[in-house]
């Protein structure tokens, strides 16, 4: 792979990448920075809750199928999922997306766990916990993790083909906001947390993307494909 050639398609990508790490710094700051996003974090748990803490009657539907999507996000569903995507990268011969891809997702999880040690910010307590989480709040693990695998395999993915990155970019990002709306639902994350764990998982794989598509057309130039070859 030529990085000459990464580092000249670099600023397409980067935009969205930078676009996503500012705004995950901003959460940060208003978040520790200032109690600017105290009473918004509050009042978006206290929400979708009675006033004993615990969903209203009418939405038992939801907090169902809220367990069920923040399950998308969980350790070992997006681990299977990503495992999934880098053996069907070997299967069909293209070993170097394969790696590429499982570097963006380990890489992605240690970001997102450093960034938890260094903001340490304990889980909320006003809501009942309508599941059970441990570890440290800030980023959003679920939120993190989920954007970064689902988006960088939709990019991974699409590489070989672009027509397919618009409608695969979109269903990966919606899965992935979806995993952490679910986080803020449940009662396990505030709101800043699953915001700014999206925008860095999100980051994390906007990084990637030239680098897969790099990879897709080198590996197009030298004839792996026979039909194209035959042309």
């Avoid at 939120?143 to 979109?170: D, E, K, V």
């Avoid at 986080?183 to 709101?191: A, K, Q, T």
Wanted: net charge positive.
């Amino acid at each position: 792979m030529d990085f000459r050639l990464v580092i000249r398609e670099w600023p397409s990508a980067a935009r969205a990448a930078l676009a996503c790490w500012t705004g995950f710094a901003m959460v940060a700051m208003l978040t520790f920075g200032s109690e600017f996003l105290s009473g918004p974090d509050r009042g978006a748990l206290a929400y979708w809750r009675g006033t004993d803490g615990l969903p209203f009657a009418s939405r038992p539907l939801m907090t169902e199928a809220f367990r069920d999507i923040t399950a998308l996000g969980g350790v070992t569903v997006r681990l299977l999922f990503a495992a999934s995507v880098t053996a069907i990268f070997v299967a069909r011969g293209r070993r170097v997306l394969a790696a590429l891809y499982a570097a963006t997702v380990m890489g992605g999880w240690g970001i997102g766990y450093a960034f938890k040690l260094l903001f340490a910010r304990v889980r909320p307590d006003i809501v009942p916990h309508l599941m059970h989480a441990d570890g440290f709040s800030f980023p959003s693990g679920h939120a993190f993790n989920s954007a970064t695998i689902f988006i960088a395999a939709a990019l991974a993915i699409s590489a070989h083909n672009r027509g397919l990155r618009p409608i695969l970019l979109t269903l990966s990002v919606i899965i992935a906001a979806l995993v952490a709306f679910s986080r803020v639902w449940l009662g396990v994350h505030y709101p800043s947390d699953v915001v700014a764990g999206w925008l860095g998982g999100a980051a994390c794989a906007f990084m990637a993307a030239p680098f897969f598509d790099r990879t897709a057309e080198a590996t197009s130039l030298r004839g792996t494909f026979p039909a194209a070859r035959e042309r």
